[in-house]
């Protein structure tokens, strides 16, 4: 991943808010380097993350993948089809093109980071400002790690987040728990 950040789209409602969401859904928008990861790659995670087998009880928290251009939607597509043969039920996901995306409140971003104050405030001292610390790489790799999410590159990876000694060690012990 090169960043993420949470946000809200698929809806109508110009500038939704967490208290005033309106019809939009809670979604992530991920910027990815394609020479690195595949599209079909993040769908697979995607899939594999949830199993939208039954309705969902709100348009907040339905299932949807918001492709970017064509190609996106139709592996999509393939992608749900095969999904759908895999657990031999219909899935509720709808995929659904132009949706506006709109970035949540800064306190919903990188949530896991800002549970761990120590290496949230040595983040916060190298990106300042809100626009700086959502669009951070290492930002998006440090809550991912914490939300349990590594592959076998992740010890090389801390090493280039740019954070101190001390605070590697604490990232080390939390992703060894």
Same mark, same amino acid.
């Given at each position: ?16 808010? %967490?208290?005033?969401? $309106? ?15 595949? %599209? ?8 594999? *993350? ?5 309705? =969902?009880?709100?348009?907040? %928290? ?13 592996? *999509? ?7 759908? *043969?895999?657990? $031999? ?25 800002? $549970? ?7 983040? *916060?001292?190298?990106? =300042? ?15 991912? %790690? ?32």
């Amino acid at each position: 991943m090169v960043r993420t950040r949470v946000g809200y789209a698929g809806g109508s409602k110009p500038g939704p808010t %967490y208290r005033a969401m $309106g019809d939009h859904t809670e979604s992530i928008e991920i910027v990815y380097d394609p020479q690195r990861v595949s %599209y079909e790659q993040l769908l697979d995670v995607f899939w594999s *993350a949830h199993r939208p087998v039954s309705k =969902p009880w709100s348009v907040q %928290y339905r299932s949807a993948v918001f492709p970017a251009d064509e190609a996106q939607r139709a592996a *999509a597509e393939k992608s749900k089809l095969a999904r759908e *043969a895999q657990l $031999g039920k219909p899935l509720f996901t709808s995929i659904e093109d132009d949706a506006v995306f709109w970035s949540a409140e800064t306190y919903h971003q990188k949530y896991r980071l800002q $549970g761990n104050s120590d290496i949230m405030a040595e983040i *916060a001292a190298m990106y =300042p400002g809100e626009d700086a610390f959502v669009g951070s790489t290492a930002a998006a790799r440090i809550n991912g %790690y914490l939300a349990g999410y590594r592959d076998a590159g992740t010890e090389d990876t801390l090493k280039q987040l740019g954070l101190s000694d001390e605070q590697l060690t604490a990232l080390r012990s939390r992703l060894e728990r």
